[in-house]
């Protein structure tokens, strides 16, 4: 399709299940990079989906992600959920300089001494769960509050604040049109909360990841208060987005793929991999996220991209293409462990990934050991999903053990 061609108008509203979205996966078996057109936004988009168009897109230095800022570009939220200032919008060298400094606070070295804080959350929700006794709600019990305690925990932020924190997240997230002021309102607010946090953290410095990457060296550089600030918003906000969907999204299959069960509990040395195929192969969002704007003309797949044009990336057509995968829509659990664009790629891959694996294997390895027996106790296909957000995660998962 080239520039001048109307272009489908694509809401990427598909929930049903984790079923792939049709319209996504017919987007998909283009050889070449098509236009669409977003919900929000004064402008198309180039949409590319395949694994090494999308390595190419997300490492060149002539799309650019800086480029959007105070622009109305395609979107699928009516309000902009990245803010201005966050180093997902950054380019390098800006951004390497920030992700190399904010990285310290997840090495394998951090992560580790994070773990038993995990673990520690994620018994204190599993004994609430099981003194309620069955049925219980998995959704309300774990995959909820675990990600949000977690990162709030590992934030530094008092108990107290943590509801607030977890409505304005969920703010940003919706997609109704009338979500735009609330939307706007939520982003403000979480940016003078976390203003005021930093602040108070390089006067008295705790044991927390805002310390840990105010306190961040590289020879003369580090971080000044706004990027330590947002930087902690932005954990707040993929903390809790992604392993929330992902802990419902994988024990859902892990209830309805009686194989992929008895394989964990057969073999449980094998979760970090087979975590890694159940999230290759998840569409844990719907459509796409943030796009990037060519800074001169760019050939790409047989299509010449011209300055000014967006470009959008799908990380879930990626994490499908048969070129990389054979069978890609197959979770084979023997597959070679692989990089899957899941945690995003380049320049703009989640640098907290550490943190997000070792979140996963506490939450699905200790509701393994601790609820062998556990079942769904409704059919799969009387089960919820969420519809209003850009999530894809099922709002209820009812159990028995």
Request: aromatic share 6%.
């Amino acid at each position: 399709m080239t520039a001048d061609e109307a272009s489908p108008t694509c809401p990427f509203d598909f929930s049903e299940a984790l079923d792939f979205d049709p319209a996504l996966a017919a987007l998909a078996e283009s050889p070449t990079p098509t236009r669409i057109r977003l919900s929000y936004g004064d402008a198309d988009a180039w949409l590319v989906t395949g694994f090494e168009a999308v390595k190419q897109v997300t490492t060149d230095h002539r799309l650019s992600r800086a480029g959007i800022i105070g622009r109305d570009y395609p979107r699928m939220t009516p309000e902009p959920i990245v803010s201005p200032e966050s180093v997902n919008v950054m380019d390098p060298p800006h951004s390497t300089r920030v992700r190399r400094l904010a990285s310290q606070a997840f090495t394998p070295q951090h992560v580790e001494a994070m773990r038993p804080r995990i673990v520690r959350l994620a018994d204190l929700l599993l004994d609430e769960m099981d003194q309620a006794g069955p049925p219980a709600d998995l959704v309300r019990h774990l995959s909820n509050p675990l990600p949000q305690h977690t990162i709030l925990d590992l934030l530094g932020i008092e108990r107290p604040e943590w509801p607030r924190i977890e409505e304005s997240v969920h703010q940003l997230l919706v997609v109704g049109p009338d979500s735009k002021e609330a939307a706007a309102s939520a982003k403000a607010d979480l940016t003078a909360y976390f203003g005021k946090l930093v602040e108070q953290r390089r006067n008295s410095p705790g044991t927390d990841l805002i310390s840990a990457m105010a306190a961040a060296r590289d020879g003369e550089e580090q971080l000044d208060d706004r990027e330590v600030a947002v930087m902690a918003l932005t954990l707040a906000l993929s903390g809790q987005d992604t392993a929330t969907c992902e802990i419902s999204n994988i024990v859902y299959l892990l209830l309805t793929r009686p194989e992929l069960m008895e394989h964990l509990r057969s073999r449980p040395e094998t979760l970090p991999d087979v975590l890694h195929e159940m999230l290759r192969h998840i569409p844990f969002r719907k459509g796409v996220g943030i796009p990037r704007v060519a800074l001169e003309d760019v050939e790409l797949d047989g299509v010449r991209i011209r300055a000014g044009d967006f470009v959008h990336v799908s990380y879930l057509t990626a994490n499908r293409d048969p070129e990389r995968y054979p069978n890609p829509n197959v979770i084979d659990v023997d597959r070679p462990n692989g990089p899957h664009m899941t945690f995003g790629w380049g320049g703009h891959r989640c640098i907290a990934m550490p943190m997000a694996m070792a979140e996963l294997e506490v939450a699905i390895g200790r509701l393994l050991e601790r609820f062998p027996g556990l079942r769904l106790v409704v059919p799969p296909e009387e089960v919820r999903w969420d519809t209003n957000t850009i999530r894809r995660f099922p709002l209820e998962l009812p159990v028995a053990w």
